[in-house]
Each structure stands twice: as C-alpha cells, then as structure tokens.
C-alpha cells in the first residue's frame, strides 16, 4: 500500500491509493481495497482504492474534529493562499487530472479538461471570497452599544459528491467550507475516487494543517452511513441521488444536522415559434446530451410549440444522429459511455419501456455493441410525442435521452414544464422578451435559461433547485457562505464608567 499517492502514467501500470486521514495517506484499516475500471473499457483498471469502513471514519472525523480548534481561528487570509495556492498547483495538472477523469468518468477529454479547469477557477473564487466582509454592523436602540454580527464556521462538516462532477463538485463543496473556517471529511463516489483524490492531493501540497481536510474512500453503507450518524459532524452537503437524498434528510433532522442537497432533475427545454432553431437545436441537444446526459442540470423534456415542432424534431433528430459515440479520449468523440454497466441497462430498459408507450422513436434506442462493447455505452435517443405524465415525461433517467413534448401554447408550455417533481434548471428559447420574462416569472426551477441550454454553473452565482430538486439552501457564490457559516449576534457595552 502507497504512502502518498503515485502519480501513475495513465494507462499502464495499475497503482493502489489510500486515503488521506490527519495529513497522512494510509491504506483502510481493514486493508480491503475496492477496484475502480474505465466505463470505456471495462478491461482496464484505474486502480485500486481504499476499501474503508468504520474504523476509518472514525479516524477522520477525530482528525477533523481536533484541527477544527485551531482552524476556526485561523486567519481568512491564510486560508485565501491555500486555495490560491492549491488553485496553482492543480492548474499545472489540468492534462493529466483532465485526463484521468475521462478514464474513470468517461466523459469527453474536452470536458475533463474543461470540468478541471473550472475546479481551478472554483478554488480561486473560494479564495477571493474568504477575504470579503463577513458579518454586519447595526444601529443599536443603546447608543453607546457596539452591535455586529459575525459569521463563524460550523465545525466538521461532511462532503459527500457524486461521480458525475468528480472534480468540479468536491471543488464547490470543500473550498467554502474550508475557506470559512470549517474542517471536512469527504467521501467521494466510489466510480471516481482517482479524481477526487488529486484534488485532494492539490489542497494537501498548498500546505492544509494536518486534519482539516480528511479524504475516506469506500462504500455508502461502510463510509457514508457511519459518517453522517456521528455526532461531531455537524453538517453534512450532500449531491446525489433523490432516493439517498430523502434518507440524508430524515438522518439528519433526527439528529439536529445542518443539511444541504442537491438532488435529481427533469429540466425543460421549451422552444417557442419564433425561437432561432439552429440556435436553439444545438443549445437542447448540448444541454440533454454533453456527459452522455448524466447531469442534475441535463435537458431531458424539450416542449415544443406544434407549429414547428416537426420541423424542429427533425433537426434534433438529424444532429443527435450524427453525434459520435466512443473513446473519450479520441479526439472526435462527442459522447462517451455512462458511468457503468449498470447505469447503461438501466437506461435501456427505461428506453425500452418507452417504446412500448405511446412515444416514438426517432434516433438511437439502446445499449450500443460491436466496437464499444467493452464499455457501457447507450446510443443518444430521441423520442417524439412523449405524453407530460408518462414516465418518459417525468422520471430522471440520467442518460443520453431526450423526448419531444409538442404544445399548443407558451401557458401550456409552461404548466407542462411544471408538472413534475423535480425544478432545478429550465430554458425557454424565443425572441420575445415578455414571453421570457413571463417564463423567468413563472417556472418552478431554481435557475432558469433564456436562449441558453439548461447545464452550466459559474461559481460567482446560487446554485441550487426548487421542489424535490434541492433543499432551498444553495451553493456557490454568496450563498455558500450561508450555508457553511452561522450567525452571531454581539452587543459590545462599554462597562459602566465609575
Ligand atoms: C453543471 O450543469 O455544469 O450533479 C453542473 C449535477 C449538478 C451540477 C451541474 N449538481 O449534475
């Protein structure tokens, strides 16, 4: 087992990592260690990877309790240079952390590099925001009286992130809760634990304190069950699956946790008669197929006004045909596999229960064979004429799925694009700004598109959903200030003058 984490020629030799416990990367007590393989290539491993358990955890959080005492008290301007710093450090590995997060997520190169180049940008902005004021001055009823709020960290907070974003979440997540004063235990999706760790590693070479920053690979029942139950985690942020969500909940209202969740999405498109199509095709199709779809931010539903629906269908169904699927790594690769075999049978069997359906298909419609049967590839489906309550129409399915919904009005555009349980992130397409402000007014979503697709998060600005999508805390920009900080309120009298 490695003491520090190997910086492995991608592709050759298969490396062991550990995890990284009070400044220190140790193998899990147990030594069990989990295997992560490349979704592309089910025949290449990326490693091996610290298969932890209780006694881990329990370690970790000792770890961050401890340098909790002193973190708090440090200075926000220390903290700035060590996200500045570790900002620096991973921006010199963008090709190679870009890199192996296509091989262990299987997005497009491109977008590996892009989602680390912009885990760069979320340290540096986390670093700027360190250094802004926190806290308030008041008039008092007393004049002689200071009044002020300051805003103190909570303590050991918990980060436990999806594989989806494997860099770019962990990012969003540990750089505020850091830069504000708090310490973290992180545990990652067990698909993508080699990204996570080099972010990890980025953080650890700035020069964190021993303890402020704890990484614990392993199972959700091993890791993630013992670490949001223990008492000294005081709060815990969590993105995900709504079903883990809905149980991350109930855990920590039992126990009185401060809780943040970013769950599941069924995002509307909705493409008005006097849209630009060309615009707006190729703004839907990126929005429902870029990361082979599996995003919380993802395009899944594009309701179409019928006076161009047909027209507007075809062109989808033209683009999302010619899109290329395969090695993420090539070069020409528009789309790569899903995260694993799994989550592709599960997709063709959601696609094959929808054809049974009144819907119909257009373009692609399962598990895709031959030259990528090695990886968990599906083909970018279409599907037009999907009715708003059918499960196509209202269950995330997260892949490279999209269905037509056509309408006969922008009001039923809308009442259709509310009609679900999720409202994370919704687009309108139109050259009329009333109707695009009467969209922004009424659509249930947390954040809403005009003449845009419905991904993307600049990390200056809220993220978060409304209804089932989110917990109505957001993240990034000011508001993640409010969630990893707390409030306290101080009256300052001068003692009594003799
Ligand atoms: C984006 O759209 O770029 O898990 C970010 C997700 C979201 C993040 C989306 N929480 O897909």
Not at 199 to 228: H, R, W, Y
Request: aromatic share 6%; charged share 20%; with cysteine.
């Amino acid at each position: 087992m490695v003491a520090s984490p190997p910086r492995s020629d991608a592709g050759t030799d298969v490396e062991t990592f550990g995890n990284y416990i009070n400044d220190e990367w140790r193998p899990a007590a147990s030594g069990a260690t989990m295997e992560n393989r490349n979704p592309a290539n089910r025949d290449e491993v990326i490693g091996h990877f610290a298969a932890s358990g209780q006694e881990d955890v329990e370690a970790a959080i000792a770890a961050a309790d401890e340098a909790y005492r002193t973190w708090r008290l440090s200075s926000p301007i220390t903290r700035a240079n060590i996200l500045h710093k570790a900002a620096n450090i991973l921006e010199s590995r963008i090709p190679d952390v870009g890199r192996e997060l296509t091989r262990e997520e299987g997005k497009t190169l491109k977008e590996g590099i892009g989602e680390t180049t912009r885990a760069v940008q979320i340290l540096r902005y986390f670093a700027g925001e360190a250094q802004q004021p926190s806290g308030e001055h008041y008039p008092s009823a007393n004049p002689n009286t200071l009044l002020y709020t300051t805003r103190e960290p909570l303590g050991v907070v918990a980060v436990i992130t999806p594989w989806n974003f494997p860099i770019a979440i962990p990012a969003w997540k540990i750089a505020p809760a850091l830069a504000f004063g708090n310490t973290v235990v992180f545990k990652p999706a067990s698909n993508t634990p080699l990204t996570a760790l080099r972010f990890v590693e980025a953080l650890a070479e700035a020069g964190l304190p021993a303890g402020v920053l704890n990484l614990v690979t392993g199972s959700a029942s091993k890791v993630g069950d013992p670490l949001v139950q223990d008492p000294r985690v005081v709060a815990i942020s969590f993105t995900g699956s709504t079903e883990t969500g809905a149980e991350l909940r109930q855990t920590a209202a039992k126990r009185g946790a401060k809780i943040q969740l970013e769950l599941g999405g069924k995002n509307p498109a909705i493409v008005l008669a006097d849209a630009d199509l060309e615009h707006a095709v190729g703004q839907v199709v990126a929005g429902a197929m870029m990361s082979t779809g599996q995003k919380c931010t993802a395009t899944s539903r594009a309701i179409v006004d019928r006076r161009i629906a047909d027209r507007f269908t075809e062109l989808l169904a033209d683009r999302i045909g010619g899109l290329k699927v395969g090695d993420p790594l090539a070069a020409e690769t528009q789309i790569g596999p899903l995260i694993d075999d799994r989550a592709a049978d599960r997709v063709a069997s959601e696609v094959d229960a929808a054809k049974k359906t009144s819907a119909e298909l257009l373009v692609g419609g399962g598990r895709l064979g031959g030259a990528l049967e090695r990886g968990a590839f599906v083909a970018p489906t279409l599907f037009t004429g999907v009715e708003p309550e059918s499960r196509l129409g209202q269950h995330e399915l997260f892949g490279p799925v999209l269905g037509v919904i056509p309408v006969d009005s922008m009001e039923e555009a809308i009442a259709v694009a509310n009609q679900v349980k999720f409202g994370l992130s919704a687009s309108i397409f139109t050259r009329d700004l009333g109707r695009a402000l009467t969209f922004a007014r009424e659509i249930e979503a947390g954040i809403v598109h005009v003449n845009s697709e419905t991904a993307g998060a600049e990390p200056q600005v809220p993220f978060g959903g409304m209804k089932g999508s989110s917990s109505y805390s957001r993240e990034q920009g000011k508001a993640s200030r409010e969630f990893f900080t707390q409030v306290k309120t101080v009256y300052m009298d001068p003692p009594p003058s003799a």
